[in-house]
């Protein structure tokens, strides 16, 4: 029996606006009747409106499986089918990772993707959802088409679906076809969440050459119970033959066991403590979707997101892919640590500051412009995909420690702090603050800037002298594209720029307003840079970025809820 194509009467709700990386929203949200349907279907119209035959269109449908993704599969399935899409290619049970879908959608030239995902934040009935659109270059939609989604959502008046459609199995591998309306009929093909990313894989690394190293390391790896457990169990376990016990909370759950899925000290200090307190050489933890990464040493060695980048930055022709294509340039988004850029002070190659959001770095990977990119937010990623890539960073990280076996991660770290200079970092995240504080402390010390009205000179109380010598609201202009994008952060640089101090409001959050601030100073001495105590250098900034701010008057916080 077919059935027929249905077309449902609706109205715009307020706020589908994506934020740095599409539409997150809690739960209870989504679930407003036509709230999920009206933006799918703007995604539809904003991504099918030029394709000519929308028989020949082929979308990658996956996520982290949180909770809400059995029932968003389903009525995205329904939708692209009344949409006249030809073809889906869909994650075995809806679960494959962000940078999975990214190496499907490129490898099958796919037009692009749909992700189910809210990341890093808390999953559940009472936590969050998420909805984003990967384009055919496999990477996060730029601004003008998710600026252009948001503007359809707005006038949204109706969207399309079956009027009645048998669920499909999406637990069984294999091909299903959607008949409907005659002679309608689409194809939805269900994949293996693993398979094409780890094909992918194998052309990148030598996995010989990890087997025989990962046996010489004990190695512990936290999937955070997000959608990396089957990726770490494959890969890590299976192909390279890594002991059981260095997987943990491998098991894909709705609510990620009631956790927050984020790979950082705050959230993964299960993981820091048992690096502490254990026999283990390396570590790694995962966001819910498997983008974002954290790299630990031996007794909980913090591996800061930044100096990940520049070490791997540094020794990428260690990899394979790297040696028989060439290292192109770098890129880092502006509040991440300029430690790459005196990498690319050393080699001669470009490195390029964008705004936060891994959709900037997505016009420089397609002009060849960049092979490694990297962002504070524990995201490290390469050419190979339009995503950032967690376990492609650890895989990387294994890489290249193991043509230095006698080395310990902090010891390369050190080493390279040692060559190239330290940048001392620190993060401070104020979450769930009022919004309104917010917005009126950002635009207090926009204004401030842009008046020319920040003191000269700041003394902090513990003797050091900070003398502001550049501030500005950050924007970017796309060398390739020459698309502009303004107001991406606040920056203020003191002492001939080795230091900085910036503020951001984030774009990831579901509720309230969270406020990043980013402390870093570059440190040029290498014995310092060896030795020294990063609260020393981080302490006095954090004082000063706070006396210029009023950050802690305008959010009425006395702490920040997460130091990274
Ligand atoms: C997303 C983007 C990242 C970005 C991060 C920033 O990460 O993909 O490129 O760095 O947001 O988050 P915020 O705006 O909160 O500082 P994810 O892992 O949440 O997709």
Not at 109 to 128: Q, R, V
Not at 293 to 321: C, H, R, W
Request: hydrophobic share 35%; glycine share 10%; aromatic share 8%.
């Amino acid at each position: 029996m077919t059935t027929m194509i249905k077309i449902v009467k609706t109205k715009p709700f307020d706020g589908q606006k994506p934020g740095t990386s599409g539409l997150r929203k809690p739960v209870k949200t989504f679930e407003h009747p036509g709230y999920l349907e009206n933006f799918i279907q703007s995604i539809l119209d904003v991504s099918l409106a030029d394709v000519k035959d929308r028989k020949t269109v082929q979308l990658v449908i996956g996520g982290d499986g949180r909770y809400y993704s059995s029932h968003a599969i389903q009525t995205i399935i329904s939708m692209c089918a009344a949409n006249e899409v030809g073809h889906l290619i869909v994650a075995q049970n809806g679960i494959m990772s962000t940078p999975a879908i990214s190496a499907v959608i490129r490898t099958r030239n796919a037009h692009g993707g749909i992700i189910l995902t809210a990341s890093h934040n808390p999953g559940g009935p009472h936590g969050d959802f998420g909805v984003k659109y990967n384009c055919s270059n496999g990477g996060p939609a730029p601004d003008q088409i998710t600026d252009a989604i948001y503007a359809r959502s707005k006038e949204i008046h109706r969207y399309k679906c079956l009027e009645s459609m048998p669920v499909v199995n999406v637990s069984q591998l294999g091909q299903h076809i959607i008949k409907y309306s005659g002679d309608g009929e689409m194809m939805v093909e269900v994949v293996d969440s693993v398979d094409m990313y780890l094909e992918l894989l194998k052309r990148i690394f030598d996995f010989e050459l990890l087997r025989r190293f990962v046996s010489t390391k004990r190695l512990r790896i936290d999937a955070m119970n997000g959608v990396m457990g089957p990726y770490v169990c494959r890969i890590i376990v299976q192909e390279l033959g890594a002991n059981a016990d260095a997987a943990v909370r491998c098991k894909p759950l709705p609510d990620f066991g009631g956790h927050h899925p984020d790979p950082n000290l705050t959230y993964a200090a299960d993981l820091v403590d048992q690096m502490r307190n254990g026999d283990f050489d390396f570590g790694a933890a995962f966001d819910g979707d498997g983008d974002r990464n954290m790299i630990l040493g031996a007794k909980g060695f913090f591996v800061t997101p930044s100096d990940s980048l520049a070490v791997l930055g540094e020794n990428l022709e260690q990899i394979p892919y790297f040696r028989g294509r060439g290292v192109k340039g770098y890129a880092r988004s502006m509040p991440t640590s300029r430690a790459i850029d005196l990498v690319a002070m050393k080699t001669g190659l470009k490195c390029y500051e964008t705004p936060t959001g891994w959709k900037y770095f997505g016009s420089l990977l397609d002009a060849g412009m960049v092979s490694i990119c990297g962002e504070e937010s524990f995201g490290t990623g390469s050419d190979h995909i339009r995503e950032k890539d967690g376990l492609w960073a650890v895989l990387a990280w294994l890489s290249i420690w193991a043509t230095m076996p006698d080395h310990s991660v902090e010891s390369i770290v050190r080493q390279h702090w040692r060559q190239f200079g330290r940048c001392y970092y620190s993060r401070y995240d104020y979450e769930n603050c009022d919004v309104e504080s917010c917005e009126r402390m950002m635009a207090t010390l926009d204004h401030k800037i842009a008046a020319n009205q920040l003191p000269k000179t700041i003394n902090s109380d513990d003797g050091k002298t900070y003398h502001v010598d550049k501030a500005y609201n950050f924007g970017y202009t796309d060398p390739v594209s020459g698309e502009q994008t303004c107001n991406q952060g606040l920056v203020i640089q003191f002492n001939d720029g080795l230091c900085r101090i910036m503020f951001r409001l984030s774009g990831t959050g579901s509720t309230g307003a969270t406020v990043r601030l980013y402390l870093e100073q570059m440190e040029m001495d290498s014995e310092k840079a060896v030795s020294g105590c990063l609260e020393d250098y981080i302490r006095p900034l954090a004082k000063v970025a706070l006396e210029i701010s009023k950050l802690q008057e305008f959010t009425g916080r006395d702490r920040p809820t997460v130091i990274t």
